[in-house]
Nanobody, 123 residues
Framework: QVELVESGGGVVQAGGSLTLSCAAS????????MGWFRQAPGKDREFVAA???????NIKDSLNGRFTISRDNAKSTVSLQMNSLIPDDTAVYYC?????????????????WGQGAQVTVSS
């Protein structure tokens, strides 16, 4: 079993920055790629970014340039640096683990999920 725990959520003003972190524990050798998804109220969960063990990244096109994903394999952590935040970035952000080392954007490919971290961007 793999447990993912997010941290770093909160309230930030538009234009500000926030970094989310996710720590994996348990059978971490079962996790290949790690990713972030988000879900805004009344909307479907959407892909944000993913990173492989070899640090290959995939970031949603509309977020590229503002969001950066990184990971520390030794610590089994993944981070999401979010800059120039806008109110539309308000959502619950979920950390996810893919058993395969494949930075896909399909949520169905990710087996392990955290509980989510609320990010609220005020205007």
């Amino acid at each position: 079993q793999v447990e993912l725990v997010e941290s770093g959520g909160g309230v930030v003003q538009a234009g500000g920055s926030l970094t989310l972190s996710c720590a994996a524990s348990g059978r971490t050798f079962s996790v290949g790629a790690m990713g972030w998804f988000r879900q805004a109220p009344g909307k479907d969960r959407e892909f944000v970014a993913a990173i492989s063990q070899g640090h290959t990244t995939n970031i949603k096109d509309s977020l590229n340039g503002r969001f950066t994903i990184s990971r520390d394999n030794a610590k089994s952590t993944v981070s999401l640096q979010m800059n120039s935040l806008i109110p539309d970035d308000t959502a619950v952000y979920y950390c996810a683990g893919n058993p395969r080392d494949n930075v896909v954007d399909r949520a169905s490919e990710y087996l392990y999920w955290g509980q989510g971290a609320q990010v609220t961007v005020s205007s």
